[in-house]
């Protein structure tokens, strides 16, 4: 009885804020407001909620919740949407259609549900491999509407990283392209675009990465990644005084304990050396794909105990997760994911974050 109770309160909770929503929002006219990358998200996000309370994964209570805060947050981001025209204009589809959701709810439970099961342990709700959300698929559909709407940054924000983690460059090339075109550059993105550029050239320093990543500077000249890479492409094209120069530059930013402090040693060493005409032998860590490597995987780690010590920013979590599923780490970017929902439980300031971890298959 009590969990009739308590399914029956939530389920008027969230019918009256359809019905509400439904009777007053406005909405665009002419514009297909379903289909992007944030709308995706959220179906993907319905589907898995779905399917864990068909498996019995999820009690209906716990389902009926999640439904409605689902339902919640779409309809508060639709709602701030701009340039509303238009308004619902038969007032009698908005409580047909909150009745309807009600009755398809209460009667699919009705013959599909069970109240008496009891929840399963957590360390039990593995899903079957079929049941998981396919990234593949998804990736295709995020490509399709990106088709529709190329100017959409935000769907190129989420699918580069995929494309990088997934090994398809090139694509990735053209993903970070759009997004530093569309929206104002920054250290990061210009980086990110290098760093693609690097990897289907197989390493190989190219003018346009370069000047890349000497922008990335002039944007924020503490920046340590990109400064890595010109310090480390200097070293190998044989400008041993300016490498020299680099290298002492960046290692003079950090404190003493960043976990790529002995990489940058070693390349002021090589440096060096090529300086005293002695053989300059470059360390792996600064360059080709090992400055995408172990150089890259010691600064995302120093990421990671900064962010866990002393907590950040929502940008550098999901800068954390993102990583961590470029370098193949899907272990370690679900524990990211974790500690970023609970430093920001809210949903609204997690919509990049959720969806760059929806992407990329975590939960």
Known sequence: MLFWLLAITITAIACAALYFAAAGRTVRAGVDTGANATDEHYRLQLAEINADIAAGRLGEAEGTAARAEL???????????????????????????????????????????????????????ERPLEERID????????????????????????????????????????????????????????TDLAEAMLMVSKGEMTPEAQALLENAVKLDPKHVRSRFYLAGAATQSGDYAGAVAQWNELIGMAAGNEPWIAAAKEGLAAAQNGVDGKPAVAPEAATGDAMTDDTIKSMVEGLSDRLLANGGTIE????????????????????????????????????????????????
Not at 119 to 124: D, E, N, R, Y
Not at 152 to 180: C, F, K, S
């Open 135 to 190: 990234v593949n698929d998804a990736v295709k559909r995020i490509e399709a509407q990106l088709e529709k709407t190329p100017d959409d940054v935000r769907g190129w924000t989420v699918i580069a990283p995929v494309y990088m983690q997934m090994g398809r460059y090139e694509d990735a090339v053209t993903a970070l392209r759009h997004v530093n075109e569309l929206a104002p550059p920054t250290a990061d993105t210009q």
């Open 316 to 363: 550098e979590w999901t800068r954390l997760v993102r990583s961590r599923l470029v370098l193949g780490q899907t272990d370690a970017a679900q524990a990211a994911y974790d500690a970023a929902k609970a430093a920001y439980p809210d949903a609204a300031q997690r919509t990049e974050l959720d969806a760059t971890a929806a992407q990329g298959g975590l939960k």
């Open 71 to 125: 339902a919640r947050e779409l309809i508060r981001l639709q709602g701030e949407d701009g340039a509303k025209k238009g308004i619902i204009s038969n007032p009698i589809l908005a409580p047909l259609a909150v009745l309807g959701i009600a009755i398809i709810a209460f009667g699919s439970y009705g013959l599909l549900g069970n109240p008496g099961l009891p929840g399963q342990p957590l360390a039990t709700r």
